[in-house]
């Protein structure tokens, strides 16, 4: 059991990929290039430290109590979650970690006025969850549905400086 809690908090070093990163290891549930909205849901599996899909400034947080529905159903959006904007060169970038069935618990590792590099660990959400997000304009989303991603290392989306690196 010992050696099951120690591998879910694992925290593996990533190379950071390029365009705008995945900010989960996981699942893609949803990627909708129109609006630039998407979720992935990291499986108890997964790794769960969440980092930053490109850089900026930690504009807000929100931290919102609620249920702890399956992160991977509709119900969710009822869920307890941690509601994040960064200002980036590129506009908004809105992230929300959601906490899931197993879940008691969003660690938030940085807060408002933070600068953040893309890559950056943010947080960590326990056990099964999600994250949402909505990219800044002019994003290519280029992840779809199904597709499995890894945080700092998969490419979501493509942006037009085309690194995401920011100021």
């Given at each position: 059991?010992?050696?099951?809690?120690?591998?879910?908090?694992r925290d593996?070093?990533?190379?950071?990929?390029?365009?705008?990163?995945?900010?989960?290891?996981?699942?893609?549930?949803?990627?909708?290039?129109?609006?630039?909205?998407?979720?992935?849901?990291?499986?108890?599996?997964?790794?769960?430290?969440?980092?930053?899909?490109?850089?900026?400034?930690?504009?807000?947080?929100?931290?919102?109590?609620?249920?702890?529905?399956?992160?991977?159903?509709?119900?969710?959006?009822?869920?307890?979650?941690?509601?994040?904007?960064?200002?980036?060169?590129?506009?908004?970038?809105?992230?929300?970690?959601?906490?899931?069935?197993?879940?008691?618990?969003?660690?938030?590792?940085?807060?408002?006025?933070?600068?953040?590099?893309?890559?950056?660990?943010?947080?960590?959400?326990?056990?099964?969850s999600r994250?949402?997000?909505?990219?800044?304009?002019?994003?290519?989303?280029?992840?779809?549905?199904?597709?499995?991603?890894?945080?700092?290392?998969?490419?979501?989306?493509?942006?037009?400086?085309?690194?995401?690196?920011?100021?």
């Amino acid at each position: 059991m010992f050696l099951a809690f120690l591998a879910f908090f694992r925290d593996p070093p990533r190379e950071i990929g390029a365009g705008l990163v995945s900010p989960a290891d996981g699942r893609v549930l949803s990627a909708d290039p129109a609006s630039g909205k998407m979720s992935i849901f990291m499986g108890v599996a997964d790794v769960h430290v969440n980092r930053a899909p490109m850089a900026g400034t930690v504009v807000r947080q929100d931290h919102r109590p609620g249920g702890h529905a399956v992160a991977s159903k509709a119900e969710a959006s009822r869920n307890e979650r941690l509601e994040w904007e960064f200002a980036t060169r590129l506009g908004p970038l809105r992230l929300t970690q959601v906490a899931g069935a197993f879940a008691r618990r969003i660690v938030p590792y940085l807060h408002a006025g933070d600068k953040v590099k893309k890559g950056q660990r943010i947080g960590l959400v326990r056990f099964g969850s999600r994250v949402d997000l909505v990219l800044p304009s002019g994003c290519r989303v280029t992840v779809a549905p199904g597709d499995r991603v890894r945080a700092g290392t998969s490419t979501i989306a493509e942006v037009p400086d085309g690194l995401g690196l920011g100021p």
